[in-house]
């Protein structure tokens, strides 16, 4: 939860960041200094073993205020952010200014690789869904059965889906272990991976079993990944090989690729660039897809019917 929390406070502070060109103005004295990192801390709730260093102003665009640089970090992690300060020193600002000439949801795709991944739905379709994701996650099992049982029969000539591995080590101990096997087998066959990972979404419990033996847990993912292999024809020595060598650095990659997107917490989508987080519901993951398919100039499927009303009693009606 601290790491998440300070994720989110990060996040929220590199939409502060204003670019352009700057001049050094005057130091500021420790006493504003101190002010700054006092005012910060207790405003965005910063733990305390974050440390918050002000650094020396800039002139900005804007009359009776500078930039002030305010840099955080835990851990060897390092996130920056700017601040204007009035020239009194009594004002701290935030703010965001927006450059309307990029397309942030673009710039965001291009940071994501989706080479070599398997793709579930239209490979060629202009709407990219892709989901940072954890195969012991409850919240990740919940998005799985909403986005692959309840969206995707609508969509599936209209997106593709891709899935990246950013499994969340320190409390799901066999994640990584199930994303290695994963990862061993889209190398062989795109349809196993898609048909272990919809497997282990839907068992974690009985995978996890008894928490005290993670052992046999990953046992039961070894054997689902060898089982999937078996009915998909893969070539299973050389499977078990990987499986014994596993490439970690696909899954580290992968988490690098989510800890640069500021991810804090799975599951994470991508679709087209717009960020979604958690285990939204069927609903609001529509609206979002149908938003991005009308930006590709693709017509959204029509909306599911309506539940049908339950009959009611007619007034004045006997009893039976």
């Known amino acids: 939860m601290l790491l998440q929390r300070l994720a989110v406070v990060w996040l929220l502070l590199c939409s502060f960041v204003l670019a352009q060109t700057k001049t050094s103005a005057p130091a500021l004295s420790p006493e504003v200094s101190e002010r700054v990192q006092r005012q910060v801390r207790a405003y965005f709730n910063i733990p305390p073993d974050v440390d918050i260093t002000v650094g020396t102003p800039a002139t900005s665009e ?52 989706t080479a070599g991944r398997p793709v579930r739905g239209n490979p060629d379709a202009k709407v990219t869904v892709v989901n940072f994701d954890d195969f012991e996650c409850p919240f990740c099992a919940r998005m799985h059965s909403t986005l692959m049982s309840e969206v995707f029969p609508d969509y599936k000539d209209k997106i593709r889906i891709v899935y990246k591995d950013f499994p969340l080590e320190q409390i799901h101990p066999w994640a990584q272990h199930a994303a290695n096997d994963a990862n061993c087998l889209a190398a062989q066959s795109g349809p196993a991976y898609w048909q272990l990972a919809d497997y282990l979404h839907a068992n974690q419990r009985q995978i996890s079993g008894s928490p005290q033996n993670v052992q046999e847990a990953l046992n039961r993912v070894d054997q689902a990944t060898l089982d999937f292999a078996k009915k998909n024809n893969v070539d299973t020595t050389k499977l078990q090989a990987c499986m014994k060598a596993p490439p970690d650095a696909l899954v580290k990659a992968s988490m690098a690729e989510g800890d640069k997107l500021n991810i804090s917490a799975t599951p994470t989508l991508f679709i087209n660039g717009e960020r979604v987080e958690g285990a939204i519901d069927a609903k609001d993951l529509r609206i979002a897809l149908d938003r991005q398919l009308k930006a590709a100039g693709v017509e959204p499927p029509p909306p599911p019917p309506a539940p049908a009303m339950p009959a009611q009693p007619q007034p004045g009606a006997a009893k039976q």
């Open 62 to 113: 804007f009359p009776n205020y500078e930039l002030v640089p305010v840099t955080m970090s835990r851990e060897g992690k390092v996130q920056k952010a700017e601040f204007l300060l009035s020239t009194d020193g009594k004002t701290l600002v935030r703010f965001t200014k927006i450059d309307l000439t990029k397309d942030i949801y673009a710039e965001t795709m291009n940071k994501i690789t």
